[in-house]
């Protein structure tokens, strides 16, 4: 039985990170999305908003699970028992961030090893902030994320826009 873990920020979750996580679904017995709580970045949805979205888009896939952590993600691995973390890469910034990401969890914790999947070229371009930038100039982004998503997207802007930040 190999259990993986999908650590990210997944603020929010999109069909590049759902991409990912199905493929992983197929490849290991039981794949655990490892949502960061509180990472250096800024953050447009709360942890508990992010775990509610990724669960919705997830909802089909019978092997996955949501977890949230603080701290070192080899840790949260080691809690929840995966051997291996999955990574998605996109382009070349991606993979140099990767390896030296995976060489330093290696230094920490030499049984867990890391999977990186590449995206599919149709979806290399998409991040979480890009999908963020077009919401906030209230672009077109169907395409990009789940409908229930899109929705929380709306809401979010709508609210700063009022409030004014
Ligand atoms: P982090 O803050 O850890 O980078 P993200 O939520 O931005 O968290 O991304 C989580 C993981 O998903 C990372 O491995 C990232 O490379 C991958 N990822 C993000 N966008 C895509 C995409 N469009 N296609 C494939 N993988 C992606």
């Not at 650590?7 to 990170?17: M, T």
């Not at 019978?62 to 949260?76: F, I, M, Q, R, W």
């Not at 691995?77 to 995976?102: H, W």
């Not at 049984?111 to 371009?125: G, R």
């Amino acid at each position: 039985m190999v259990r993986a873990i999908y650590p990210g920020s997944f603020d929010p979750f999109h069909f590049g990170h759902l991409e990912i996580a199905t493929r992983a679904s197929k490849l290991f017995d039981e794949v655990v999305i490892a949502i960061y709580a509180s990472p250096s970045k800024r953050l447009l949805f709360t942890t508990e908003e992010r775990i509610d979205m990724v669960q919705n888009m997830l909802a089909d896939l019978s092997n996955v699970s949501v977890v949230t952590y603080t701290g070192l993600t080899v840790e949260c691995a080691r809690k929840t028992n995966a051997s291996v973390m999955v990574r998605g890469l996109r382009n070349l910034a991606d993979f140099q961030a990767e390896q030296q990401l995976s060489w330093a969890n290696h230094q920490l914790a030499e049984d867990i090893d890391t999977c990186c999947l590449y995206s599919s070229h149709e979806l290399a371009y998409l991040s979480s902030t890009i999908l963020k930038e077009v919401a906030a100039l209230d672009g077109d982004y169907d395409q990009w994320t789940s409908p229930y998503v899109q929705q929380a997207l709306r809401r979010a802007y709508a609210s700063k826009n009022k409030s004014g930040s």
